[in-house]
């Protein structure tokens, strides 16, 4: 089965700290992505890599940055954490090619910014 | 724009009933996937079905079956006789190189 998983369930940080969100996948899969998730608004996409050292841009990038610098291994970087960015964050993985439109999700980052 | 719509923020089922969980999409393209995908209070998002848009037979996983009307954008789910474990948020989603998830329901089984 494949594993996807964050390194936490729970954060709590404050105004203007920079925030690591990390994502691990053990099933080789080439393509991940974070998505950010908030009542009524279901899941929006942040940024998405689909190879090492690269990244795209999501629906809503603004205040995130990312870094891919190992196949396994997917970072969501929160610069300069704001309130509006409390929010639970989802990371993903899938396969390219070949049902690369199935992804797995990991148990999810809860933010708390005060 | 792609969009996925759920309009059903809250549902309820009792044990061994069966419930459908609406789902309708807007996409101007022919070939893309559809998903419900389950997530259940404080755990892991899971894939339930997975339907892709050229077939015309609907899927079927044990329990869990859709209703996939691709004329009328629309890609139900059936959840047959519920159990306690069903209770979950589900998300529909529509993907066409990139997924787009509608805004969930949360369903409750009451036993």
């Known amino acids: 089965d494949v594993k996807v998983t964050q390194s936490s369930r729970y954060l709590v940080k404050r105004t203007g700290e920079k925030v690591f969100l990390e994502c691990v996948q053990d099933?080789?899969?080439?393509?991940m992505f974070w998505y950010r998730q908030d009542p009524g608004l279901g899941l929006r996409l942040i940024y998405f890599?689909?190879?090492?050292?690269?990244?795209e841009k999501g629906d809503i990038p603004e205040g995130y940055s990312v870094s891919r610098e190992k196949k396994e291994r997917f970072s969501l970087i929160l610069e300069s954490a704001s309130t509006n960015q409390t929010s639970m964050y989802l990371c993903?993985?899938?396969?390219?090619?070949?049902?690369?439109?199935?992804?797995?999700f990991g148990p999810g980052t809860r933010l708390l910014v005060l | 724009a792609q969009t996925v719509t759920q309009s059903q923020p809250e549902m309820s089922v009792q044990e061994a009933e069966t419930v459908t969980l609406s789902c309708t999409y807007d996409?101007?393209?022919?070939?893309?996937?559809l998903f419900w995908y389950k997530q259940p209070p404080s755990r892991q998002m899971i894939l339930v079905i997975r339907?892709?848009?050229?077939?015309?037979q609907n899927a079927t996983e044990n329990r869990f079956s859709v209703n996939f009307q691709k004329a009328a954008k629309s890609f139900s789910l059936k959840i047959s006789d519920s159990q306690l474990g069903d209770a979950a948020m589900y998300f529909c989603?529509?993907?066409?190189?990139?997924?787009?998830f509608g805004q969930g329901t949360t369903l409750q089984v009451k036993p």
């Open positions: 993903a993985s899938s396969l390219r090619g070949q049902n690369q439109e199935t992804q797995y």
């Open positions: 099933m080789d899969h080439e393509n």
């Open positions: 890599s689909y190879d090492v050292k690269m990244k």
């Open positions: 996409t101007s393209e022919s070939d893309y996937y």
């Open positions: 339907q892709e848009a050229y077939k015309q």
């Open positions: 989603a529509f993907y066409t190189g990139k997924l787009i």
